[in-house]
């Protein structure tokens, strides 16, 4: 899942930051920014699909479409918010992590 992976390329700069290398897996590059940049916009970019699909789902079970249950509905609008909510967690610590760094005494 992106969000994890953007959680352990979080973890993995706090851990250089703190002076404790990660133990890199057999053959793991070291993620470069560009990875780290399209990560984000992969992850938007599946989130915004997720949100996508809910509503057609959604505009389909509103307009009488018999194979579209209600429980699908739901489920489907359930996941596509829970999705947006972590992955506005994970902008909020990016946020909270760059001002506390722009505000570093050098």
Not at 3 to 19: H, K, N
Not at 50 to 69: F, H, I, R
């Amino acid at each position: 899942m992106q969000i994890q992976q953007v959680l352990a390329e979080m973890r993995s700069l706090q851990a250089r930051a703190s002076g404790a290398e990660p133990a890199l897996a057999a053959g793991t590059p070291a993620a470069q920014p560009s990875d780290f940049a399209n990560m984000m916009k992969h992850a938007v970019d599946s989130v915004a699909t997720m949100q996508n699909q809910a509503t057609a789902l959604g505009n389909a079970y509103e307009a009488g479409d018999k194979s579209v249950d209600l429980a699908k509905v739901m489920l489907e609008v359930q996941k596509a918010s829970l999705a947006f909510h972590a992955m506005s967690e994970v902008r909020n610590k990016l946020i909270d992590a760059y001002t506390q760094v722009m505000n570093m005494s050098v």
